[in-house]
Every structure is written in C-alpha cells, then in structure tokens.
C-alpha cells in the first residue's frame, strides 16, 4: 500500500485528539457514484428527446396511456356505423392487373366491365396488365382515396368475388382490381 510522505499538517499539538483528518482515506465508490448519476442523466435525456421527436412526428402511440371512459349506470348508446352504398362511377379510371397464369385474363374482365357500365375499364380510358406476380390467390380491389370506396364496393359486386382495400399501393389509378385465381369468368 503506497504511503504519504509526512507534512507539516502531520505534526499536531498533543492535545488535540483529531490527527491526520485532512486526509481521509479515498474510497473506490466515489467515482461509480459519479459515473452511475451520469448515466442516469444521459439515459433521461435521450428518452426525454426521443419522446420529443415523436410527438413532433406525430408517431407517438402510447397504449398504456389510452384515455378510458369512466363508467355510468346507465347504459352507453350503440354505436352508429356509415355503411356506404355501391354506386357504378362511369367516368373513373379502372386499371385491370392479372394476378394469375391464365393468359388474356385482364383484357377479357375489362370487357366485361364495360359492358356492365363501367366505362372507365375501357382501354381507351383505363390500363390492362399481368400483375407482376402470377400466384395471386385473392382477387382484391384497391382505391386510393376514401371518396372512392362506394366505387370499389360497386366493382366487388360487378365481379362477384373479392375484397376492398383502401391503398396508396397504386397512385396511378383510382381503382386497381388484381385478380387472383379465385376469380371466375361469367360464361358468355
């Protein structure tokens, strides 16, 4: 152990009963203190900033902070929900993908459309195309803005098979039918 060589603070009166107390022994604690205050400083800060950027954002989704609704006696009305009509939009740009193996399968649902009204379906109008990928099971009909769901529950029911799906998935086009192979020709 490494020793202190003696000073003038070392030689003291008789009487006082206090020797050596300038110097305490230098415990190994000390700077874990310090390190572990620090730490906790920097790990608060981060999660304070964090926090920040995600209510700037707009991303921040808490679901242990839900807001509940205190509870009553009386019994809390049923909930309304719009049901929203299928309606033919003539003039709306249809774009036709065929999702499957059969050959000539977007062209010839295409010309079903119009027939049935749907005059945006035309190749004049709209786009008729191979999906890309051919084992696409489930025919779906995408829209991109929420003005045009009457449209697309219109097209589920002209097709007689599929789902619709609100979707940025294809900007270029109102209304994107993907057919998968569930979809079967109407004879004719």
């Known amino acids: 152990m490494a020793t202190t060589p003696p000073d003038r603070f070392d030689s003291v009166p008789d009487d006082l009963l206090r020797t050596g107390a300038h110097r305490s022994a230098s415990t190994r604690s000390h700077g874990w203190i310090a390190f572990a205050w620090a730490a906790l400083a920097t790990g608060v800060l981060v999660a304070a900033g964090l926090y920040g950027l995600a209510v700037i954002r707009g991303t921040i989704d808490l679901p242990f902070a839900a807001q509940t609704a205190p509870a009553s006696d009386t019994p809390s009305p049923t909930p309304t929900t719009t049901t929203i009509e299928a309606k033919i939009d003539p003039a709306l740009p249809i774009s036709v993908l065929n999702g499957t193996t059969r050959p000539g399968l977007a062209t010839a649902v295409g010309n079903n459309l119009v027939t049935q009204g749907w005059a945006g ?58 057919l998968g192979s569930d979809y079967v020709l109407p004879a004719g």
């Open 121 to 178: 379906a035309s190749e004049q109008v709209g786009s008729r195309t191979n999906a890309g990928a051919t084992n696409i099971t489930a025919t779906v009909v995408y829209y991109g803005v929420a003005a045009n769901e009457a449209a697309a529950r219109a097209m589920v029911l002209s097709l007689k098979v599929g789902e619709i799906r609100l979707s940025p998935a294809y900007p270029g086009s109102p209304i994107t039918v993907v």
